[in-house]
């Protein structure tokens, strides 16, 4: 590690946050970017009924406004929002999606003012809030509760186990692993990248890969853009802001879990500077754009994380080059559409490596911190985070759902905050 220009940079990285990649292996780096959040970002539009090309679009913006709000000093890509579907899909059937836009802003609207409480009041609390054996059992929790994810994209064809798929997720495993391990130079920054393209050509050989979208798909086609205004008149749904601005409390668990996994890879403390205040600011305007323009909430993305971890590429230059294409390709149809067919087991395979490369970074924040789990107190708060974060536990109150994520992280919270230091039996 060393200080270049008076700025702290990580020797440990192959391309720290500043560092410029040359034109071509930055085409590259960013397509591998793109590639990774494809799946999942189209995936929840198709699950509402929304149009895949808004959310794609409303990606690429919303990260680019995300870098800016951030002084272009976090590397992170913004894409849909998960948490947010089942109360898109009940509002969609209800009133259509107005209410459903409604409700994305309302969402950014509650980060955006959280952003100013935290800009009034500071964040000093969050190391108090969040210590090491918070925080690292919680990065453990984001990567493997996404593990059965990754594990059904494997191995299931609709709802059939089907050995050909896993096959083809091993084969896609493997050659990741191979790649990540035995290549030097350039191509051992793109092994995400190298892997899923040699899934998708084994993928093509057993002949698990629809081309039919490719070949119906225009190679030029506006997104369907449903604007506020210019495609339908503004009229309140107070059961849009009732049902999804109450998420956003959730989903800001998630966004500073995914921010301390950033620290952690980077060397930095992004709550500091720039500031959580900024995260948050960059996280609601997306959000809130999203809505404007037709497409479902977006929060960052723990695939483009794993990216990170395995690649050592921190360079925001390249997230701002994934999101640049994901805009180029929402107005390309050809193109969205062979990306659209990568099969669910090729993203499975990879799936395996990157969620896992997630948690392993929760490992060692714990074994760099030394975090003794003889003392009770440690092995409590730890336990519950785990098991309930894995586990999937959730709370339903109506339309309303604390994840199993955000769950797990207030348990943890509450547990540090009221356990002593040591037991009685330890004193």
Known sequence: MSKKNNEFRNEDAVLDIKDQPSFGHWLVLSVQHLFTMFGATVLVPLLVGINPSIALFASGVGTLVYILCTKAQIPAYLGSSFAFIATMQALMKNYGYPAVGQ???????????????????GSNWVDKVLPPVVVGPIIIVIGLSLASTAANDAMMNG???????????IFTLAITIIFNMFLKGFPSMIPVLLGIVSGYLMALVVGIVDLSGVQAAKWFSLPAFNVMGVNYDFKWYPAAIVGMAPIALVTMTEHMGHVMVLNKLTKRNFFKEPGLHR????????????????????TSYGENIGVLAMT????????????????????????AAVIQSVPSPVIGGISFLLFGMIAANGLRILIDNKIDFELKRNLVIASVILVVGIGGTYLQLGNFQLTSIALATLFGIILNLVLPEKALSER
């Open 103 to 121: 409700g994305a802003i309302a969402a950014g609207a509650v980060y955006l003012l959280v952003s100013l409480i935290v800009s009034r009041f």
């Open 159 to 169: 709802n059939v186990y089907d050995l050909k798929y896993f096959g083809v997720a």
């Open 279 to 298: 995260t948050l600011l960059g996280d609601g305007l997306s959000s809130v754009i999203a809505g404007f323009v037709g497409g479902p909430p977006t």
């Open 312 to 335: 050592k590429v921190h360079s925001v230059w390249v997230l701002g080059g994934a999101a640049i294409f994901a805009i180029i390709f929402s107005f390309v149809g050809k193109v």
